[in-house]
């Protein structure tokens, strides 16, 4: 027997053996007393250190496919087929026992938010000690070492002081660090990355993104990364798996599919993107081109015609709007600090004119919006809507004045009653202000579905029965049913599919076309904000930072934070993946301050006609 013959051989074999091949994975689900498939015979290979990416919609099968990999599913209302090789072994065929060996030492899962991956209730030192202990068998003491070795390798600042904290003392960036340090934790083969950067700002996922991409080179890792957003996928991705319908409709080299896609679904997705840059030369807000899934055709947006208004006085004047939060400590609730929300901003919107507000999480464009339509009680400042103002009002008479404005949420599911249904929720503030009888209102609803995209029939259905995007439709029709002028859209569209996003943002231009509406688009999406927005505004830690035309700040951005966040930005091109970019790994920092802190004066420099920038300090010298 010619033992070092056979190794050698095992040694090739092994060589040329992806490290995972999934062939005709198909998983089915119980639906009344039947199985229904949602992933359908889908095949795919990833080699050894290489990265491949599953893209699709909502509902297209990405996340069940990752599941299934590791055999995630119940059994008792899934059923798994096909086959999943792990460097040559069937995983669907192995015991439970040896599927929770696999399980954080050879494949490890990252997912898309961290609160509900980690315990609240204990340390993150503990949990990751924990993984250590239980897969690698160390002791107390090396794990907890080792655990502060690794939170050092994914770019926590103090580690070690770190280690006892609770998860709710860390940003939205630093928890996903910490469940990648978790996932790297005994050297896994493979990585499962499922959406582990789509609700973070951009800043934050340029982070993450070349923290995978760093981590991969040292430790030699294969990466299975699941997202909806092309520009992430031409970033990270070295080959991509197209999914529609829980089918594999498209794979192959990332380079090729950007260049020259042959599914008229993945030219659906590629022309939903949206690209910095891609304004240049453009004076309004411009559709997005809208490919047909199924037989790849596209139409030809225009610009949106001019509806900015040219009367003297704008529809909203904001002037030196502050609003603070007392932290209150100790027995009798003494004020032991202040969030300093919204700090002394200032700026106006016009009829027909969109001014977006963008920034990291925490900056305050949010509260920005709520305390302008009195939702909180601004400490100081003025808000004048057609010359009167709006924190002035208390009462009926704020009631009676909100109908020229309204808000549009993130969360479409979380703003609306679930057991109301939809026509129902459109017509309520109709029949609430006495502007119409119940025929009138089915009549309006009607013609607000019909507005919106949707059809008069849904008015009946309830809102688990509609997707994401319908949901934000739906309400955006109830924010139109009392006919305002000025509609906040906080984060409307954030949680979108990036195809569902395209359809809701001409949705919005269309409607402010034909109705003449002005928007204040809050939003951290760099790249949809250029592509609809007249105006910019840009803020950090409560102040706005710099505003002005938006082919103007695009152009010729000046301060360094808005540099920063234009550099976050991913660039939908393949090409551009081998080039390190250097993102920074600080937070933003807290805007609490002490009881008796004054804010300093700040001073602005206008560097041309309404581009206005803050003059910076030492902190952005750096």
């Given at each position: 027997?010619n033992t070092?013959?056979?190794a050698?051989?095992q040694?090739?074999?092994?060589?040329?053996?992806?490290m995972?091949?999934?062939?005709?994975l198909?998983?089915s689900f119980?639906?009344?007393q039947?199985w229904v498939?949602?992933?359908?015979?889908?095949?795919?290979?990833?080699?050894a250190?290489?990265?491949?990416?599953?893209?699709?919609e909502?509902?297209?099968?990405k996340s069940v496919?990752a599941?299934?990999?590791m055999?995630?599913?119940?059994?008792e209302?899934?059923r798994i087929?096909?086959?999943?090789?792990?460097?040559?072994r069937d995983?669907l065929?192995?015991?439970?026992?040896?599927?929770?060996?696999i399980r954080?030492n050879e494949?490890?899962?990252i997912f898309?938010?961290?609160?509900?991956?980690?315990n609240?209730?204990?340390?993150?030192?503990?949990?990751?000690a924990?993984?250590?202990?239980?897969?690698?068998?160390l002791s107390?003491?090396?794990a907890?070492?080792?655990?502060?070795?690794?939170?050092d390798?994914?770019?926590?600042?103090?580690?070690?002081?770190?280690?006892h904290?609770h998860?709710h003392?860390?940003?939205?960036g630093?928890?996903?660090?910490?469940?990648?340090?978790?996932?790297?934790?005994?050297k896994?083969k493979?990585l499962?990355?499922?959406?582990p950067s789509?609700?973070?700002?951009v800043t934050i996922?340029?982070?993450?993104?070349?923290?995978?991409k760093?981590?991969?080179r040292?430790?030699?890792?294969?990466?299975?990364?699941?997202?909806h957003d092309?520009?992430v996928?031409?970033?990270i991705a070295?080959r991509?798996?197209?999914?529609?319908?829980g089918?594999?409709v498209e794979?192959?080299?990332?380079?090729h599919?950007?260049?020259s896609p042959?599914?008229p679904?993945t030219?659906?997705?590629?022309?939903a993107?949206?690209?910095?840059?891609?304004m240049?030369g453009?004076?309004?807000p411009?559709?997005?081109p809208?490919?047909?899934k199924?037989?790849?055709?596209s139409?030809d947006?225009t610009e949106?015609p001019?509806?900015?208004?040219?009367?003297e006085?704008?529809?909203?004047?904001?002037s030196?709007?502050?609003?603070?939060f007392?932290i209150?400590s100790?027995?009798?609730?003494?004020?032991?600090?202040r969030?300093?929300?919204v700090?002394?901003i200032?700026?106006?919107?016009?009829?027909?004119?969109?001014l977006?507000?963008?920034?990291?999480?925490?900056?305050g464009?949010?509260?920005?919006?709520?305390?302008?339509?009195?939702?909180?009680?601004p400490?100081?400042g003025?808000?004048?809507i057609?010359?009167q103002d709006?924190l002035a009002?208390?009462g009926?008479t704020?009631?009676?004045?909100?109908?020229?404005?309204q808000i549009?949420?993130?969360d479409?599911f979380a703003s609306?009653n679930p057991?109301?249904s939809?026509?129902?929720a459109?017509a309520?503030?109709?029949?609430?202000n006495?502007?119409?009888?119940a025929?009138?209102?089915r009549?309006?609803?009607?013609d607000?579905l019909?507005r919106?995209?949707?059809?008069?029939?849904?008015?009946?259905?309830f809102?688990?029965?509609f997707?994401?995007?319908?949901?934000?439709?739906i309400c955006?029709?109830?924010a139109?049913?009392?006919?305002?002028?000025?509609?906040i859209a906080?984060e409307a569209?954030s949680a979108?599919?990036?195809?569902?996003?395209?359809?809701v943002?001409?949705?919005i231009?269309?409607?402010?076309?034909?109705?003449g509406?002005?928007?204040l688009?809050i939003?951290?999406?760099?790249?949809v904000?250029?592509?609809?927005?007249?105006r910019?505004?840009?803020?950090?830690?409560?102040e706005?930072v710099e505003?002005g035309?938006?082919?103007?700040l695009?152009?010729?951005?000046?301060?360094?934070?808005?540099?920063?966040?234009m550099?976050?930005?991913?660039?939908?091109d393949?090409?551009?993946?081998?080039?390190?970019r250097?993102?920074?790994?600080d937070?933003?920092?807290?805007p609490v301050?002490?009881?008796?802190?004054?804010?300093?004066?700040?001073q602005y420099?206008?560097?041309?006609?309404?581009?206005?920038?803050?003059?910076?300090?030492?902190?952005w010298?750096?």
């Amino acid at each position: 027997m010619n033992t070092g013959a056979n190794a050698s051989e095992q040694v090739v074999a092994e060589a040329q053996c992806p490290m995972l091949s999934v062939a005709g994975l198909t998983t089915s689900f119980m639906r009344e007393q039947q199985w229904v498939p949602v992933v359908r015979n889908v095949s795919f290979d990833i080699a050894a250190r290489e990265t491949v990416a599953i893209v699709g919609e909502s509902g297209s099968g990405k996340s069940v496919t990752a599941l299934s990999i590791m055999r995630l599913i119940p059994r008792e209302s899934g059923r798994i087929e096909g086959r999943v090789a792990l460097s040559g072994r069937d995983l669907l065929t192995l015991p439970e026992a040896g599927m929770k060996d696999i399980r954080g030492n050879e494949i490890a899962m990252i997912f898309q938010e961290p609160m509900t991956s980690l315990n609240p209730v204990l340390t993150i030192g503990f949990q990751i000690a924990e993984a250590l202990i239980q897969h690698r068998g160390l002791s107390r003491p090396a794990a907890e070492t080792e655990t502060i070795r690794l939170l050092d390798r994914v770019r926590i600042p103090a580690a070690k002081s770190r280690f006892h904290e609770h998860p709710h003392r860390f940003s939205g960036g630093m928890r996903q660090r910490v469940m990648i340090a978790m996932a790297l934790a005994c050297k896994p083969k493979l990585l499962i990355a499922d959406e582990p950067s789509t609700a973070l700002d951009v800043t934050i996922q340029a982070q993450i993104l070349e923290l995978l991409k760093e981590l991969q080179r040292e430790e030699g890792m294969s990466i299975l990364f699941i997202t909806h957003d092309m520009g992430v996928v031409a970033e990270i991705a070295d080959r991509t798996v197209v999914m529609y319908a829980g089918q594999a409709v498209e794979t192959d080299a990332t380079a090729h599919i950007f260049a020259s896609p042959s599914h008229p679904y993945t030219s659906a997705l590629l022309a939903a993107v949206p690209r910095l840059g891609s304004m240049d030369g453009r004076a309004r807000p411009m559709r997005f081109p809208i490919v047909d899934k199924m037989t790849g055709t596209s139409d030809d947006p225009t610009e949106t015609p001019d509806t900015v208004s040219t009367a003297e006085r704008p529809l909203l004047e904001v002037s030196n709007l502050t609003t603070r939060f007392a932290i209150r400590s100790g027995l009798f609730g003494k004020v032991s600090g202040r969030v300093h929300a919204v700090e002394n901003i200032s700026f106006t919107l016009r009829a027909g004119e969109t001014l977006a507000l963008v920034g990291e999480s925490g900056c305050g464009k949010s509260t920005t919006g709520r305390s302008i339509l009195k939702l909180i009680e601004p400490d100081s400042g003025t808000v004048l809507i057609e010359g009167q103002d709006v924190l002035a009002m208390n009462g009926r008479t704020l009631r009676d004045f909100r109908k020229r404005m309204q808000i549009v949420f993130q969360d479409p599911f979380a703003s609306l009653n679930p057991r109301m249904s939809v026509g129902t929720a459109i017509a309520a503030p109709l029949l609430a202000n006495g502007l119409a009888t119940a025929a009138q209102a089915r009549d309006k609803v009607a013609d607000l579905l019909t507005r919106v995209g949707l059809t008069a029939d849904m008015a009946a259905r309830f809102p688990h029965e509609f997707s994401g995007g319908q949901r934000q439709r739906i309400c955006i029709a109830r924010a139109l049913a009392l006919g305002p002028k000025l509609i906040i859209a906080d984060e409307a569209v954030s949680a979108l599919d990036v195809s569902i996003k395209a359809q809701v943002v001409n949705l919005i231009l269309d409607l402010q076309a034909s109705m003449g509406l002005a928007y204040l688009f809050i939003s951290h999406d760099i790249a949809v904000v250029e592509r609809m927005s007249h105006r910019v505004a840009v803020m950090y830690l409560g102040e706005i930072v710099e505003i002005g035309p938006r082919a103007a700040l695009f152009g010729n951005p000046q301060h360094p934070y808005t540099k920063k966040l234009m550099a976050a930005v991913p660039v939908p091109d393949p090409a551009r993946r081998g080039i390190r970019r250097e993102v920074a790994n600080d937070e933003i920092r807290s805007p609490v301050r002490a009881p008796d802190y004054q804010p300093p004066v700040r001073q602005y420099r206008e560097v041309s006609p309404g581009h206005v920038v803050q003059v910076w300090g030492a902190e952005w010298s750096a």
